[in-house]
């Protein structure tokens, strides 16, 4: 059955200098505008105790530079501003921050009437025309926006959000259950285990070498009293720095989505750890490790992908106890006999020896399914 769906697709640009500036601009604008507007409100609520109502059109007869890029772009920061501030008044959220140059350089704008457009080896953005661009797979849909952005390390790229339509993958009669873990990034229900690639482990070394260099470089500059900008030693160790955080992103991104494609397309119901991560990364040994594995990032890809392909995603409650449950007896073991150095247990009840790892996986599943029956359950009844 078919789907419809927002999909971005992520496109390598290749400017030439003039575009090049062109989105610097760009980036300064959204930048500005965003920094400009949120002071505004903030002194506005000081005085008044009220929130102010500010849009980008109204600072453009101070700053008349602003008519020089995409007014659907600074449209799109008021509308993101207004979000985050909603958000935090409503929601307790945190509260919105001002933005530096040279983070996260981006702005979006939306598609009017085919402002923005693809052919076989360009993009075509609002106010600068068309792009060399690398595609990496086929764009078929109805383009809604395109956010622009610029990697530390000097690349460009366009998302291009496209609302399309994807079929659900065939149903396969098998289901799974996963345990999340940092020796094994994954432990299967059914056996398997996938071993645990820790990126950030493997380049730790070069990348503790290349900011060794920078620091030094940062020291010389201090000393000679020159800015950081003004340094072209500084600057250039900065981009290699930069470059070998993008291979971890990378390369980290890449191996997230292999695999979470992978298990969709295999089983028709997926059941994981719903884990607080934001909590568990307050553990300072375990930090570094559980920010390597990604597990948001996984749990999200799974999330939507199943949404996509006509799977069933079942998170099961982060207090369940997984490892602590015969999975064959369903006998309950407490904290003090099965701490976190114990990796295999018998059970005193049926005395099935138990792998912690796949123990858990197994009663993740069980659980999963249960749950995924009893939602089936409920719906039905609401139909009837």
């Given at each position: 059955m078919p ?7 992520k496109?390598r ?16 604008c ?10 505004d409100k ?23 530079w ?22 935090f ?15 996260k ?16 080896n360009?993009v ?18 109805l ?5 622009i ?23 396969t ?16 229900s059914d ?7 820790k ?7 070069k ?6 260099v ?6 010389i ?23 070998v ?10 191996f997230?989505?292999?695999?979470s ?5 295999n ?18 040994k375990?930090?570094k ?10 749990t ?10 006509g ?17 064959n ?5 407490t904290?003090?006999?099965?701490p ?17 790892d ?14 995924a029956?009893?939602s ?7 139909l009837?």
């Amino acid at each position: 059955m078919p789907t419809q769906i927002l999909k971005a697709h992520k496109v390598r640009l290749y400017p030439n200098e003039d575009q090049q500036i062109f989105f610097a601009k760009s980036f300064g604008c959204t930048r500005f505008i965003w920094n400009k507007m949120l002071a505004d409100k903030i002194d506005h609520y000081e005085a008044t105790k009220t929130t102010l109502k500010n849009y980008p059109a109204q600072y453009k007869k101070e700053f008349e530079w602003l008519k020089e890029v995409d007014s659907l772009a600074l449209s799109k920061v008021e509308r993101n501003l207004h979000k985050a501030y909603q958000s935090f008044f409503k929601n307790g959220t945190g509260f919105p921050k001002f933005k530096k140059k040279g983070i996260k350089d981006s702005y979006t704008t939306n598609n009017q009437k085919g402002t923005v457009a693809v052919t076989k080896n360009t993009v075509k953005l609002p106010k600068i025309g068309h792009i060399n661009a690398k595609f990496p797979d086929k764009i078929n849909g109805l383009i809604k926006s395109a956010t622009i952005s610029r990697t530390p390390s000097g690349k460009y790229f366009v998302s291009l959000l496209v609302e399309t339509v994807v079929n659900e993958l065939p149903k396969t009669q098998s289901n799974i259950g996963i345990d999340l873990g940092l020796t094994d990034f994954i432990v299967l229900s059914d056996g398997s285990k996938v071993a645990n690639p820790k990126f950030l482990a493997k380049l730790q070394d070069k990348l503790a070498q290349e900011q060794k260099v920078l620091a030094k470089r940062r020291a010389i500059a201090k000393a000679d009293q020159r800015k950081l900008s003004e340094s072209r030693n500084y600057q250039k160790q900065k981009l290699k720095v930069a470059k070998v955080y993008e291979k971890i992103t990378n390369t980290r991104k890449d191996f997230l989505h292999k695999l979470s494609f992978n298990l969709i397309k295999n089983h028709d119901v997926i059941a994981i750890e719903d884990l607080n991560v934001k909590g568990m990364v307050k553990n300072r040994k375990l930090a570094k490790a559980i920010s390597d594995s990604s597990w948001s990032s996984f749990t999200t890809m799974l999330a939507y992908k199943s949404e996509w392909y006509g799977k069933t995603l079942v998170k099961i409650d982060r207090w369940y106890p997984s490892s602590k449950t015969c999975s064959n007896c369903g006998h309950l073991l407490t904290k003090a006999e099965l701490p976190l150095s114990v990796r295999t247990w018998d059970c005193p009840s049926c005395l099935q020896r138990n792998d912690r790892d796949l123990n858990a996986s197994i009663n993740i599943l069980n659980q999963g399914l249960l749950l995924a029956k009893q939602s089936k359950t409920v719906g039905a009844t609401g139909l009837a």
